[in-house]
């Protein structure tokens, strides 16, 4: 039986980050073994979830991962924890857009079978607070609305008020949090993107399970958490999905404050495969790790240390002469500009005949179709995926491009080579690793 509750919200900006983060926070410090889930593609939640759990973060999405694989994907990132905090996104019922909710936090909180606590932000109202969680319960019965915790609640009266309209509606207040300056610090820009920042991030979660722990009645949310049903479904086992071979080969992962943004389970399933994955600091190291066969970037901000990495001028070349070489190489997002010959003036590995800058930002689902042969899928291959980007890259010459959707191609593909701004999730297509895995293995 695992243990689960989702925190939702009526919207963005309510506050259902920090309260995630510090309940996770707050039971972990009470002995209480959590493991952190995000539904939808976000990386730097999870980031502050693996800070209050110290568990691997994890997401949930029906569009990436596809819908049976969203519990067992639930069930083997909790396989260690007593109880599963799942943060949605957005509002509740927001999901993809054209779909009638499809990957919503109602979506993924129906599929797993989990109760709802809605965080509101109650800075601005106070009766009108019930009238607004009464009608998120009314709108879909099949999703359990089993309480509210009020944030940004400047007074005693003006909690008594609230309290006092929400009677009628029989959904419980778990919890009464009060409007605190430094909390609202929590937002997306401070996701540990350094060792500098990754200290605030940690001294902002101890605040955060401070804050929770002084406001909500944990004893209460747990008891929520475990009148979640059974759940029937075998967890997700990254062995059913790749197979080792005889030898272990080494893949350089880079990671840093950079490329923080990869899916837990995308390691999982490379180490499943009997891939021993090195991490590389593309800043401070300047030589790829001994006997290095692949190379895996993630996303993440490129220009938050593009000095750092421009001025890494060994491991620049390195890189630039072992996929020269040959070498397998993976690269999503902020992978893709430090393949470029520059980005923002400043230059980069070279491997990729482009100019990468700054710009506007593009992001959403995509339903993508390979466009030609690569080292991580085969021509006309389609699958789901995610863009997002605050970079653009001009090519001057090349490879041809990894993805096509509507109508546009985009990224990078050869028979070695894959970079692109569309994140997919390995999980939601496993055979994406198995490609990557026989290249490495020169199969």
Same mark, same amino acid.
């Not at 778990?174 to 409007?179: A, E, K």
């Not at 593009?306 to 997002?333: K, Q, T, Y």
């Given at each position: ?10 919207? *963005?900006?309510?506050? %259902?980050?920090?309260?995630? *983060? ?15 889930? %995000? ?8 980031? #502050? ?13 029906? #569009? ?40 919503? *936090?109602?979506?993924?909180? %129906? ?11 109650? /800075?601005?109202?106070?009766? /009108?607070? =019930? ?12 999703? @359990? ?8 609640? !400047? ?84 062995? !059913? ?16 404050? *950079?490329?923080?943004?990869?899916? +837990? ?6 180490? =499943? ?8 600091? $593309?800043? @401070?190291?300047? +030589? ?68 990468? @800058? ?13 466009? =030609? ?8 291959? %389609? ?7 605050? +970079? ?11 993805? +096509? ?6 990224? #990078? =593909? ?15 297509? $496993?055979?994406?690793?198995?490609? #990557?895995?026989?290249?490495? @293995?020169?199969?």
């Amino acid at each position: 039986m695992v243990a689960r509750i989702v925190i939702a919200a009526p919207a *963005t900006g309510h506050g %259902k980050t920090s309260v995630a *983060t510090g309940l996770m926070a707050a039971l972990r410090a009470r002995g209480v073994a959590v493991s952190g889930h %995000k539904i939808g593609p976000d990386f730097v939640d999870p980031c #502050f979830h693996a800070l209050a759990t110290g568990l691997p973060p994890r997401n949930l999405d029906p #569009f990436l991962q596809g819908e049976d694989r969203v519990v067992p994907l639930l069930l083997h990132g909790a396989r260690t924890a007593d109880i599963a905090v799942v943060e949605g996104v957005m509002g509740l019922f927001d999901g993809a857009l054209g779909t009638e909710g499809y990957a919503s *936090t109602a979506h993924v909180a %129906k599929l797993v079978g989990a109760p709802v606590v809605l965080v509101v932000d109650a /800075s601005t109202a106070s009766r /009108s607070v =019930a009238a607004s969680v009464l009608g998120f319960v009314r709108y879909d019965p099949e999703v @359990r609305v089993a309480g509210v915790i009020l944030n940004r609640v !400047d007074s005693r009266p003006h909690e008594e008020e609230i309290r006092a309209a929400l009677e009628p509606t029989g959904v419980p207040v778990l919890g009464v949090l009060p409007h605190d300056d430094e909390v609202r610090a929590a937002g997306r820009h401070l996701g540990p993107a350094s060792s500098e920042r990754r200290a605030d991030a940690e001294r902002l979660v101890v605040r955060l399970a401070e804050w929770v722990a002084a406001g909500v009645d944990l004893d209460a949310v747990v008891r929520v958490a475990r009148s979640a049903p059974e759940l029937t479904a075998r967890a997700w086992d990254p062995t !059913d999905d790749v197979r080792p071979g005889a030898r272990r080969p080494v893949v350089a992962a880079v990671s840093d404050g *950079t490329f923080t943004f990869r899916y +837990t389970e995308t390691v999982e399933l490379l180490e =499943a495969a009997g891939i021993e994955v090195v991490d590389l600091d $593309p800043v @401070r190291d300047e +030589t790829l790790p001994e006997a290095c066969a692949g190379l895996y970037f993630g996303g993440g901000f490129p220009e938050n240390r593009a000095e750092g990495l421009s001025a890494n001028v060994a491991l620049r070349h390195r890189v630039a002469a072992a996929v020269g070489e040959g070498m397998p190489v993976v690269a999503e997002r902020a992978g893709v500009v430090y393949l470029c010959r520059e980005f923002d003036g400043l230059p980069m590995a070279g491997v990729l005949d482009a100019v990468a @800058r700054t710009a506007g930002g593009a992001l959403g689902y995509r339903d993508a179709t390979a466009s =030609a042969d690569s080292v991580l899928a085969v021509r006309d291959q %389609k699958v789901r995926g995610h863009e997002f980007r605050f +970079t653009s890259v001009e090519p001057r010459s090349g490879p041809a491009a990894a993805w +096509t959707w509507d109508g546009r191609e985009e990224g #990078f =593909a050869s028979a070695t080579l894959h970079a692109s701004y569309l994140h997919v999730h390995w999980a939601g297509h $496993p055979e994406l690793a198995r490609r #990557f895995v026989a290249a490495v @293995r020169d199969e």
